[in-house]
């Protein structure tokens, strides 16, 4: 297979709409896109089928858009990877940052939570020079956040939320993407918000009625990400997320 313009490792919620946003920014894209599941359109990769590593293309950029959860084949599949990709952009996860203490303050050098294996992979993966978007929690079109509090997921509580919306994300993705190697993002909306006054102001809205308390044992933090949004330039769509959500419940 020749080299393409972009691989996309991984074909959930986030790299569809990335895909949607790298072709309507340039139409004649050489885009090639996986899934585990061998079907029409896709290439079939499966990290856990090393047979299937051999088959991607080379190509001057990869999204890995899915968890790198296993510390030993992460390591091994991304030695393969930078033989083919000139730069690749993997999505983190903000939960691999250590958390000492409630409401903590988290920005990109703040250290990864080493009992974690997926934050043990995705510090290797950064060490090995390729780039991390952390990503806080992830919503938008088809990913409503009033469905969490419907079903009882989430209640009120004074634990902070961080959020981005999903084509944000993309945003991320795409500037972290025209930048150096071995970098690494933090991507948030940069508005830490509690879950008590984000139902409290959807009650008020008529989104949801009566949402009973639901505290969490696990601390909560706080995410700076000012300095990843100023070194990518950035200009975010959505800044307060329960006022997008808000709007993304109204009727059309």
């Known amino acids: 297979m020749d080299k393409v313009d972009v691989l996309i490792l991984g074909y959930g919620y986030v790299a569809q709409n990335l895909e949607q946003e ?36 080379e190509a001057t950029l990869t999204y890995w858009t899915f968890p790198p959860s296993i510390e030993e084949t992460t390591k091994e599949f991304s030695g393969v ?31 990864f939570d080493k009992t974690k294996e997926r934050a043990r992979s995705e ?31 989430v209640g009120k509580s004074e634990k902070f939320v961080n959020m981005i919306h999903v084509s944000d994300l993309v945003q991320f993705l795409i500037g ?37 308390q639901k505290e969490s044992s696990r601390p909560s933090k706080r995410l700076d990400p000012k300095k990843s949004i100023k070194d990518l330039n950035l200009d975010l769509k959505f800044h307060n997320f329960q006022e997008a959500v808000f709007l993304m419940n109204q009727p059309s």
């Open 22 to 57: 790298l072709l309507k920014n340039d139409s004649s894209l050489q885009l090639i896109k996986t899934s585990r599941q061998k079907k029409e359109g896709f290439l079939y990769f499966d990290i856990e089928d090393p047979e299937s590593w051999n088959q991607l293309p």
């Open 176 to 212: 972290a993407s025209k930048k150096s190697e071995g970098n690494i993002y933090i991507a948030s909306d940069g508005n830490p918000q509690t879950w008590q006054s984000i139902i409290e102001y959807w009650e008020q809205k008529g989104l949801v009625k009566s949402v009973p």
């Open 81 to 111: 990877l930078r033989k083919k990709s000139k730069k690749t952009i993997v999505i983190g996860t903000t939960g691999s940052f250590a958390i000492d203490k409630d409401h903590q303050h988290i920005e990109e050098s703040s250290p």
């Open 123 to 153: 510090e290797f993966l950064l060490s090995f020079g390729f780039s991390l978007v952390m990503s806080a929690g992830i919503y938008g079109p088809g990913r409503n956040p009033l469905d969490w509090v419907r079903s009882g997921r």
